[in-house]
């Protein structure tokens, strides 16, 4: 799968296409019936599949402190797009100038002249332009104009798969993952680069994988049983060969209250792995729930607490793993 950062990189090669553009954050049921037919609409049309998102999300550009929970960042879209047969993901850097742009620039310069847009599937409460001012109803009405088929994602939802990313993130507030893996499909997980950390882990026997979560707002927090997935995937323009290991561990997500950690934050520990993982990518899955995150008194009384959740974790996942 292709993957143009930024419309400067547009180029005639990228002209004509079937287009979706949305958030797809999490890209569950919903988003998966959606993206089918538009992938069977572009094979019919024999042009690419073609995904357009925005980076940072609009919310997280206007309001940071008030944009929902992300679920999946820009390298997990594209993965889980790849993975779904989308030919091309168009990543849109939102910023002042690209917001300022007028609707009438959008529908023309953009979707017309530059991507030659066949077939559109958009939300009916899509919103574009300065000022927000283009609907779903001036994209019909420039469809007719410019002679391309303008759908809405409804329309191409099925029953069974009508879910959205709030109810994806309510259930993860209630660390219902069964309900989770039910909405997405497969089992949530968050992906990311290890980093050098501070080591208080290795110190205490219990070495961690820190992954530095780079989101406005992390959808959960706490201590889980967890699946992890070593990954050789880098993201460019065409496809990329990847080679997947599985392990089982417990994490961490949150602040680090105890060591006075300011910023979200990953920490797992692989079990009956010694290796150096640094700059390794991994996909933690979470499917289990072992306690909220907290603040103890000493950094002993962490670690005790730290070898219970450990055995918690190992004992459920003894139990579950199987059936995962």
């Known amino acids: 799968m292709e993957l143009v950062r930024g419309l ?47 980076e940072p999300q609009p919310e997280e550009f206007f309001a940071p402190s008030k944009a929902p929970a992300r679920l999946t960042r820009l390298r997990e879209k594209y993965t889980l797009l790849r993975e779904l047969g989308v030919d091309r993901l168009i990543c849109v850097k939102f910023d002042k100038k690209f ?12 979707l017309v002249n ?21 609907d779903f109803a001036m994209l019909k009405q420039a469809g007719e104009q410019f002679g391309f088929d303008v759908v809405d994602t409804k329309s191409l939802q099925f029953e069974d798969a009508r879910v959205s990313s709030s109810v994806v993130r309510e259930a993860l507030q209630q660390a219902d993952f069964a309900r989770v893996k039910a909405y997405l499909g497969r089992p949530y997980s968050i992906s990311g680069k290890v980093i050098h950390g501070q080591k208080l882990g290795r110190s205490i026997g219990f070495p961690t994988a820190n992954i530095p979560l ?51 934050q990953l920490e797992v ?26 603040k103890f008194d000493s950094f002993n009384m962490l670690k005790e607490q730290i070898i219970l959740d450990a055995e918690t974790a190992k004992k459920w996942l003894s139990q579950h793993y199987i059936d995962i």
């Open 99 to 110: 917001s300022s742009q007028s609707a009438e620039y959008f529908v023309e310069h953009l």
């Open 8 to 54: 400067h990189n547009l180029n005639r090669h990228h002209y004509e296409c079937v287009l979706t553009i949305g958030k797809f954050d999490g890209i569950h049921l919903g988003h998966q019936a959606v993206l089918k037919q538009v992938i069977q609409k572009a094979r019919a049309l024999n042009v690419p599949a073609t995904v357009m998102v925005f």
């Open 214 to 264: 780079l989101r406005c707002t992390v959808p959960v927090s706490g201590v889980f049983a967890v699946v992890v997935k070593m990954l050789s995937t880098r993201v460019t323009k065409d496809d990329a060969d990847s080679d997947e290991r599985t392990f089982l561990g417990v994490a961490n997500v949150g602040k680090r209250p105890t060591v006075n950690g300011d910023k979200p």
């Open 114 to 134: 530059k991507l030659g847009v066949k077939y559109l599937v958009v939300g009916d409460d899509f919103r574009f332009g300065k000022g927000r001012v283009g």
């Open 269 to 294: 520990h692989i079990f009956d792995l010694e290796a150096d993982l640094y700059g390794k990518n991994l996909m933690v899955e979470l499917h289990h729930k072992i306690r909220d995150e907290k």
